[in-house]
């Protein structure tokens, strides 16, 4: 029993080291170089203790913990690790190092958040248990119901915070700086959902993204029951995420007059980008195609697909941040029980806080609403101008 309770803490060992030294982002050789003279291993001595084959001794672990910029002790705790990763919109070519730390990064918050979830007793905003999925239910309907029962929203109330709702289904979201090209990563704790968001993506693009992973939490039951793959769920995922953001009645009157000035009011109203508003206003016949290929052109010509104009309001991932903050400056706990509970020391802590709190600050100087009336009245006139000339149906 005592050999495997030491086989059992090896085997944790080996991995946090792994996991320590790949979020650093630093190489085995790297850490040998790095470690002090009198301590020194060579970095197939650190392999080998990544793999569970040997054991550090405690004065060389406590000086990887320093090096990794970890409490020792979080070095020989047990946990459930983050797996299961799917990358939204990862660009080609990405590194398998870079995607190796982004995991250890996501693992170590996540760990946090998880911790210290636990230690103030509950999540504050999970109070919806999964819905269970009927497998003819279309997406739109199932948005509808999402956005009528759940939430209790008519077709014109725009949802706030999807991130809210997203937690509110018993996920866990929070956010990553991200060293490559990707929207963000869903992965998995044991049975726990867990969305890592880009803080670097366009706020419509990261709303969209977040209704596209509550569609997969949704989808799960039917994943699980009617071995649905990720791919099945993928195809149902874009029209709930739409439907949910803006229902298919809006969608529909956005459209009306074909203006570009109103669609981007209701862009700014339901957060939702201009892009995704043409694509499912084509695939749901609200528009023919000839009026779709008009806004593209249009989209693309005035440099709009990577900055569109409108304002759309941060929608953020800062639960754990904000359960941090308050629990410290309600003196639930202190710096050095925020330390030992998340396994993070207190300078980290304090820049994650101080990183969101900068973010908020220069939000207001950063997202400014493009000033584009002129534009897309000119862009109406040209279209009513289309179709009095025959180039453009009636939709």
Same mark, same amino acid.
């Given at each position: ?71 020792? &002790? ?50 504050? =905003? ?25 939430? &209790? ?227 109406? =006139? ?14």
């Amino acid at each position: 029993m005592a050999k495997n309770i030491v086989s059992r803490v090896d085997r944790n060992l080996a991995r946090r080291l792994r996991e320590a030294r790949r979020e650093v982002g630093m190489s085995t050789r790297a850490v040998a170089q790095n470690l002090p003279g009198k301590l020194a291993v060579s970095h197939t001595t650190i392999a080998s203790y990544e793999k569970g084959v040997t054991v550090p001794p405690i004065n060389v672990l406590a000086a990887l913990a320093d090096l990794y910029n970890r409490p020792l &002790n979080w070095f020989l705790e047990n946990r459930t690790t983050l797996d299961s990763f799917r990358y939204r919109n990862m660009r080609s070519r990405v590194r398998l190092a870079d995607q190796r730390q982004f995991q250890a990064v996501a693992g170590k918050w996540a760990e946090a958040y998880f911790n210290l979830d636990k230690h103030l007793k509950g999540h504050p =905003s999970h109070h919806f248990n999964a819905m269970r999925v009927e497998e003819d239910l279309e997406p739109d309907l199932l948005a509808s119901t999402v956005r009528e029962n759940f939430l &209790n929203l008519d077709d014109g109330q725009p949802i706030q915070s999807m991130v809210h709702v997203l937690e509110s289904f018993s996920a866990w979201a929070f956010e990553v700086k991200v060293t490559f090209g990707i929207d963000g990563a869903a992965a998995r704790h044991g049975n726990e959902f867990v969305v890592v968001l880009n803080p670097d993506v366009a706020n419509e693009r990261a709303r969209m993204n977040v209704a596209y992973e509550l569609a997969h939490v949704l989808y799960d039951d039917c994943r699980q029951r009617l071995s649905w793959t990720d791919a099945e769920v993928e195809t149902r995922a874009y029209t709930f995420a739409s439907s949910l953001l803006v229902p298919p009645s809006q969608l529909k009157a956005a459209f009306d007059g074909k203006s570009f000035l109103k669609l981007i009011q209701y862009k700014e109203k339901f957060g939702i980008s201009l892009a995704a508003m043409i694509y499912m206003a084509e695939k749901e016949r609200i528009i023919k195609t000839t009026t779709s290929r008009w806004l593209w052109t249009e989209l693309i010509r005035r440099g709009w697909r990577q900055n569109e104009p409108g304002y759309v309001w941060r929608d953020r991932a800062i639960n754990f941040e904000t359960m941090l903050e308050s629990a410290i400056h309600t003196k639930k706990i202190t710096w050095a029980d925020a330390e030992r509970i998340t396994g993070i020391r207190e300078d980290e802590l304090r820049q994650r806080i101080d990183g969101v709190l900068q973010i908020a600050e220069s939000s207001d100087d950063e997202d400014q609403p493009v000033n584009s009336f002129k534009l897309a009245l000119h862009l109406e =006139s040209r279209q009513s101008t289309k179709d009095e000339g025959g180039q453009e149906g009636k939709d």
